[in-house]
């Protein structure tokens, strides 16, 4: 199952990273990575260094499973539900960035400004794609039962709480005003109906 694991993993980067940037540049122009960004002071650089990092482990967990560096032999019940939660995950992502069409970033550039998509699965999450992923990190620990894995899961969380709540809505809240406001009260943050609200309307 490791080798699965790992062959699985580098597809979803490719796909999801590679060719979803390639796509994005022949659409805008641009690959929609603005990277890592700020100083060690700010919430956002180190929302994407644990971004890095989670990336980094999560291929490391099945790397060092297959080279029999870490032990990981999960029941295979375990590995084929998490086998089928990592492919629902990652075709998830896969849908989520489609759905942003010409608005898919990776980070944020404060001086741009992108449409707010409320459509489609964001019409009920505001964090699809982030919420796909760490359930394919999940399916991939189920997969690959390291603490690598949990760690890469656990960086994948902490990057994520930090990217969504000290970058991306402060940055929304201040483009898109009240409209992005109305969108909160009524969705979700990262699943149906669990955080909303918390953003003032602007007058």
Known sequence: ??????????LALVVLF?????MQRRRTGSTGFHGISGT??????????LFL????????????????TVPADPHPVVAVVGLVLALAGFAATLAGQAGM???????????ERTDLVTTGVFAYVRNPIFTAMALAQFG?????PTWISAAALAALIAAV????????EPYLRRVHGDAYAAYTARTGRFVPGAGRGGVALIR
């Open 161 to 168: 709480q930090l990217q969504v709540r000290a970058v991306e």
């Open 18 to 22: 590679g060719v979803r940037s390639w």
């Open 40 to 49: 060690p002071a700010e919430a956002g650089w180190w929302g994407g260094v």
């Open 1 to 10: 199952m490791s080798a699965l694991a790992m062959a699985l993993y580098v």
């Open 101 to 111: 069409g010409a608005s898919w970033r990776i980070g944020v550039d404060p001086g």
């Open 140 to 144: 991939m620990l189920l997969l690959v």
């Open 53 to 68: 990092a989670a990336m980094v482990l999560g291929l490391a967990g099945p790397l060092l499973a297959v080279t029999g």
